[in-house]
């Protein structure tokens, strides 16, 4: 489903999917002989697409092969914008909200780079994304600061998932190898979840 948004003449693209409150934005470019422009984050506009505001700015860089997730906050779950500055990604958002729909359905982004997208993902709405290139920056906005004792991460490739993911042996850090498989967590159990 696409919705437009009247920007003053201006246009960006929202395209809204089966799992509840993810987003795919396509800003309004700005193309010259010098380059391009276009905004990044306008809170105005964007409350028309979601009501969070954002507490901090993170910039991730990875190298070719790197995996980085399942993350998600159980406590003071975040919502969070991506924008993808430099090479391919591989992202995949986790419905982990119990009372949801689409509970444990995930929802997969290719994204280049070259293409401008913005993925919103709503709190209760894990993430894990793969490094295609070699030069990968990946900046996001989120809606609660990260505390450790308020996470839970699921192991990458837990079977009940089903995730079809194009790699086989990624470069993991020792805490996302450690991570749980779904069937030791008791989602039913997680306040904040539930209350989404």
């Not at 906005?141 to 990260?146: D, T, V």
Request: net charge positive.
């Amino acid at each position: 489903m696409e919705k437009i948004l009247d920007q003053s003449k201006k246009v960006m693209k929202i395209i809204k999917y089966k799992i509840k409150g993810i987003f795919k934005i396509l800003p309004s470019i700005h193309k010259d002989k010098r380059g391009y422009f276009f905004e990044s984050y306008h809170e105005k506009k964007y409350k028309k697409i979601f009501f969070n505001k954002f507490v901090q700015d993170d910039h991730s860089f990875s190298k070719k092969n790197v995996l980085r997730g399942i993350h998600f906050q159980y406590k003071n779950p975040q919502s969070q914008l991506f924008y993808l500055v430099t090479g391919r990604i591989f992202l995949v958002l986790v419905d982990f909200r119990p009372k949801s729909k689409t509970f444990l359905k995930h929802q997969i982004f290719n994204l280049n780079s070259k293409n401008h997208e913005q993925i919103f993902s709503p709190p209760g709405v894990g993430c894990a994304f793969y490094s295609m290139t070699d030069y990968t920056h990946l900046i996001y906005k989120i809606s609660e600061l990260y505390k450790k004792n308020c996470e839970i991460g699921v192991i990458w490739n837990d079977p009940l998932l089903k995730i079809k993911w194009p790699c086989t042996k990624p470069i993991l850090s020792d805490k996302d190898k450690g991570y749980l498989s779904i069937d030791k967590i008791n989602f039913q159990k997680l306040k904040h979840l539930n209350d989404l």
